[in-house]
């Protein structure tokens, strides 16, 4: 039993580790890709089955499931102050092509285990404990990285961005959140919003992601803040031509172009002074990609982070300037310089974080405070809720891959960190 100022008795959380793996499992034949890679892009018929299938999970839990215009998803616990603001928690579970099964769903199948120890163990909440499942947090299929969680926080021009952008099939995001059941008409964008002070606090359990809790043999990472992520997408076009008959003189070679702009990406990254500091051209495409014809347009998309937001916004800077020099050296137009997204860092709430050490320290768990250089659904949670995240380790720091891997003994801790965290803000 509970006294209203205990959160738990630690001893009775327990969690059905080899359920939740069960259910990873399940959730990860939901993909367009052959196992053990999983490809589950927005609104495809794979994200819908998900979907679904999360939903039911959440049905199961006794939780009141209810979506949004664009398909974020909430499993709410009435709390006895129901009129309160809730504690929130949650993650995404679209994923990159070809990568692995617990990026976004440990936190999402995690956080309704982490209800289902509470619920085991008698717990009851003071404020009401919500699960979000956020619609696309990875950038796949219209270039927008957490586009659920950036709606709930408000952004004006996503919504108008969102009325017209189309993805490479050339499908519109209203047709393809219709053909979800979604986005049923399409003014009712804005009523995605969070309402102020919908939520005291919000915390995410995610894998880490990168290899420092799995080297230094630490059971929990506290994320103290979230490194800022921008993308940019830069189109140069060229002449074209024969690859025979075009002297070399003759060219203005928009694929030179495009792949001396992505080494220049590293060049200004490296030139920042800074570990911290990083940058990646993941997609480099070339018009129209025959051997024997000079590519007479490139598309390259560029995605540079780092913890300090001026420094990063420097390398923006440097990128565009080269960008510009090029077209003067190679002779091609720089028809698209489109900086995507430019977001600001965002700092860990310090009660949350404290709320999370003392859940550590109950349940014996060695932890590490740490910056997320992921960026997740926390980065724009944190615009509107005190935010926190736990990390667990994952194998070898691998993810974005098929061999992303997190341990059932990994997963468990991290769901009695969340369970415990949840309890505890709950109560305040
Ligand atoms: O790219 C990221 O940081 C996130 O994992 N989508
Ligand atoms: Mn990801
Ligand atoms: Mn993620
Ligand atoms: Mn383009």
């Known amino acids: 039993g509970y006294s209203i100022h205990e959160p738990t008795s630690i001893s009775s959380l327990s969690v059905d580790a080899q359920g939740l793996q069960n259910q990873i499992d399940q959730l990860s034949g ?27 999970l959440m049905g199961i839990a006794g939780l009141s499931v209810r979506e949004d215009a664009v398909g974020n998803i909430f499993g709410r616990w009435d709390g006895s102050e129901p009129e309160l603001a809730a504690v929130a928690t949650g993650s995404h579970i679209d994923a990159i092509p070809y990568s692995g099964k617990y990026d976004g769903v ?23 404990l919500e699960v979000i499942l956020f619609t696309s947090e990875e950038p796949t299929r219209f270039g927008i990285s957490c586009l659920g969680s950036r709606l709930l926080a408000g952004s004006e021009n996503l919504v108008n961005t969102l009325k017209t952008i189309t993805d490479s099939q050339n499908i519109s995001f209203l047709d393809a959140a219709r053909s979800a059941g979604y986005a049923k008409d399409e003014n009712d964008l804005s009523s995605v919003f969070l309402k102020k002070g919908t939520y005291s606090a919000f915390v995410e359990l995610h894998i880490e992601q990168g290899p420092i809790l799995e080297d230094e043999g630490i059971s929990i990472g506290i994320v103290t803040a979230i490194a800022a992520p921008a993308s940019l997408r830069v189109e140069f076009e060229g002449n074209g031509g024969h690859a025979g008959a ?109 709320a999370m ?72």
């Open 30 to 56: 939901f993909s367009d890709a052959p196992a053990p890679a999983v490809t589950r892009v927005l609104y495809t018929h794979k994200d819908v089955l998900a979907r679904r299938y999360v939903k039911k």
């Open 106 to 128: 440990v936190g999402v199948l995690g956080a309704i285990e982490a209800i289902n120890v509470l619920k085991r163990s008698g717990f009851k909440p003071r404020r009401s």
């Open 246 to 354: 075009v002297l070399m003189p003759n060219r203005n070679d928009a694929g030179l172009a495009a792949a001396e702009l992505a080494l220049a990406v590293e060049k200004h990254v490296l030139e920042s002074g800074s570990i911290d500091t990083v940058g990646t051209v993941g997609i480099l495409e070339l018009h129209p990609g025959a051997i024997n014809s000079i590519p007479s347009k490139s598309h390259i998309e560029i995605d540079t982070r780092d913890i300090d937001e001026e420094r990063r916004n420097e390398v923006i800077d440097k990128i565009h300037e080269t960008a510009i020099r090029i077209t003067k050296t190679r002779g091609v137009k720089l028809s698209e310089f489109h900086v995507v997204n430019q977001d600001p860092p965002a700092p860990s709430d310090k009660a949350v974080i404290n």
């Open 357 to 428: 050490e003392t859940a550590t320290k109950e349940l014996n768990l060695t932890s590490k405070l740490m910056i997320s250089r992921a960026y997740h659904d926390s980065l724009f949670m944190a615009r509107v809720s005190p935010m926190g995240m736990i990390f667990i380790p994952c194998y070898k720091g691998y993810s974005h891959k098929p061999e992303e891997y997190s341990s059932i003994e990994d997963m468990s801790n991290g769901v009695k960190v969340l369970a415990f965290t949840l309890a505890k803000l709950s109560l305040q």
